[in-house]
């Protein structure tokens, strides 16, 4: 059987969702349409599934070895719920935390440190009598912020959280059994940390001793609670640790985001006058910030530090350049310079936006007086002629 040819495909699981499978199939037909034969096979796709982003597929897979009658391992389980949350798919991490309960499998410290970093399951902790290490106050803090309703006391909670961090417990549980559940992952990738994304890189970008902190000043950004975020900052300093550039980052946003342009441009100053590494994250986070509102002085400070970011050899990413596109293209009024020079940037090195980003500033070209033969023009519409057979996008509308 081709192990991972099953993978392909998002209709799977779709189609398995209306055919439940409910019959007995041909061999042949089973063996096209399974994931795995055994145990070892499934960790395997499980792991790749993981590697590729598509925690989606995680349910499905076990829905699959539960059909044919295989035996989840603990190891197993661990590979599921780490890879669910990583996808921040909550339901699904405690849907198998309850399955493998059901199993006679007790979780165990590393699998409660997994689950607590997105869901607060404080009392199953106490009861086993285990101690929190810095992942796990990382995400109380995590949970603090997506409770629903938000509580009025979210940011004294999450002070209050630093605080206790401080005296965490020294059993740490991330060590060789975190990393036998998912081989090549960071410890901030398995436990769903806003730097997961960051933690390989270099030149003082995380400062791994920071963790609590971290999740702290992200959940501070996302609430714009800028009274408790520049609480924490003096409270790192007091600590004697230096911001980084990933706090230095959320303390842009956290004033960007609350529309104080000029405190959060002061940050992004200090920070290249210090003589520290400049990252191409700083000027994204800039642009992004300052374009909050569609201000004028906004967009034009959005436009000044990508011709900054340019200046300095930083080229965009596709994920980077679409993000921003699809943000300055829904810009109401103005000369839509912003847009124009994402586009342009993005068209100089080749690269395709995302459909999303493409249409958005398809749809704001057409709220302007452009010509119909002008060259930026025609280039989307080619671009959204080949997305459209790909994702069967809205008709043509010219």
């Given at each position: 059987?081709?192990?991972?040819?099953?993978?392909n495909g998002h209709g799977r699981t779709y189609l398995r969702s209306l055919q439940r499978r409910y019959y007995a199939a041909q061999t042949e037909e089973y063996l096209r349409r399974n994931y795995a034969n055994n145990i070892s096979e499934y960790n395997t796709v499980v792991g790749s599934l993981t590697a590729q982003r598509r925690h989606f597929l995680l349910r499905d897979v076990y829905d699959d070895m539960m059909l044919d009658g295989i035996q989840p391992s603990r190891d197993t389980f661990h590979s599921l719920i780490a890879g669910t949350m990583k996808g921040a798919r909550l339901q699904d991490a405690v849907f198998f935390?309850?399955?493998?309960?059901?199993?006679?499998?007790?979780?165990?410290?590393?699998?409660?440190?997994?689950?607590?970093?997105?869901?607060?399951?404080?009392?199953?902790?106490?009861?086993?009598?285990?101690?929190?290490?810095?992942?796990?106050?990382?995400?109380?803090?995590?949970?603090?912020?997506?409770?629903?309703?938000?509580?009025?006391?979210?940011?004294?909670?999450?002070?209050?959280?630093?605080?206790?961090?401080?005296?965490?417990?020294?059993?740490?549980?991330?060590?060789?059994?975190?990393?036998?559940?998912?081989?090549?992952?960071?410890?901030?990738?398995?436990?769903?940390?806003?730097?997961?994304?960051?933690?390989?890189?270099?030149?003082?970008?995380?400062?791994?001793?920071?963790?609590?902190?971290?999740?702290?000043?992200?959940?501070?950004?996302?609430?714009?609670?800028?009274?408790?975020?520049?609480?924490?900052?003096?409270?790192?300093?007091?600590?004697?640790?230096?911001?980084?550039?990933?706090?230095?980052?959320?303390?842009?946003?956290?004033?960007?985001?609350?529309?104080?342009?000029?405190?959060?441009?002061?940050?992004?100053?200090?920070?290249?006058?210090?003589?520290?590494?400049?990252?191409?994250?700083?000027?994204?986070?800039?642009?992004?910030?300052?374009?909050?509102?569609?201000?004028?002085?906004?967009?034009?400070?959005?436009?000044?530090?990508?011709?900054?970011?340019?200046?300095?050899?930083?080229?965009?990413?596709?994920?980077?350049?679409?993000?921003?596109?699809?943000?300055?293209?829904?810009?109401?009024?103005?000369?839509?310079?912003?847009?124009?020079?994402?586009?342009?940037?993005?068209?100089?090195?080749?690269?395709?936006?995302?459909?999303?980003?493409?249409?958005?500033?398809?749809?704001?070209?057409?709220?302007?007086?452009?010509?119909?033969?002008?060259?930026?023009?025609?280039?989307?519409?080619?671009?959204?002629?080949?997305?459209?057979?790909?994702?069967?996008?809205?008709?043509?509308?010219?």
């Amino acid at each position: 059987m081709k192990l991972l040819q099953s993978i392909n495909g998002h209709g799977r699981t779709y189609l398995r969702s209306l055919q439940r499978r409910y019959y007995a199939a041909q061999t042949e037909e089973y063996l096209r349409r399974n994931y795995a034969n055994n145990i070892s096979e499934y960790n395997t796709v499980v792991g790749s599934l993981t590697a590729q982003r598509r925690h989606f597929l995680l349910r499905d897979v076990y829905d699959d070895m539960m059909l044919d009658g295989i035996q989840p391992s603990r190891d197993t389980f661990h590979s599921l719920i780490a890879g669910t949350m990583k996808g921040a798919r909550l339901q699904d991490a405690v849907f198998f935390r309850d399955e493998m309960k059901s199993m006679g499998l007790l979780p165990d410290a590393t699998l409660y440190n997994f689950l607590i970093s997105t869901y607060a399951i404080v009392r199953d902790m106490t009861a086993a009598g285990l101690g929190l290490n810095k992942f796990c106050y990382a995400g109380l803090i995590i949970a603090h912020k997506h409770k629903i309703p938000l509580a009025d006391d979210t940011a004294t909670k999450i002070i209050e959280l630093i605080e206790q961090s401080k005296g965490w417990s020294s059993a740490d549980v991330t060590g060789a059994t975190a990393e036998n559940v998912m081989m090549g992952v960071s410890p901030e990738e398995l436990f769903n940390m806003p730097t997961a994304e960051f933690a390989h890189r270099r030149g003082g970008f995380v400062d791994k001793r920071l963790t609590v902190y971290h999740a702290a000043f992200h959940a501070l950004a996302d609430l714009r609670y800028v009274e408790a975020m520049e609480t924490i900052l003096k409270m790192l300093e007091q600590d004697n640790n230096q911001s980084d550039a990933f706090i230095t980052m959320q303390v842009m946003r956290c004033y960007l985001h609350s529309g104080d342009l000029d405190r959060g441009y002061k940050v992004f100053e200090d920070y290249m006058n210090s003589g520290r590494v400049p990252f191409i994250e700083l000027y994204v986070t800039l642009a992004e910030g300052a374009m909050v509102g569609y201000t004028p002085k906004g967009m034009q400070i959005a436009q000044d530090a990508l011709v900054q970011m340019t200046s300095r050899n930083f080229n965009l990413s596709q994920r980077m350049g679409s993000d921003l596109l699809l943000i300055a293209a829904r810009e109401k009024t103005g000369g839509y310079t912003t847009a124009n020079y994402l586009w342009d940037l993005m068209q100089a090195r080749n690269i395709t936006p995302s459909q999303p980003a493409v249409e958005a500033y398809f749809d704001g070209l057409k709220e302007r007086e452009i010509p119909s033969d002008d060259p930026r023009l025609l280039k989307v519409i080619e671009i959204l002629d080949n997305y459209r057979p790909r994702f069967n996008g809205r008709p043509q509308r010219l």
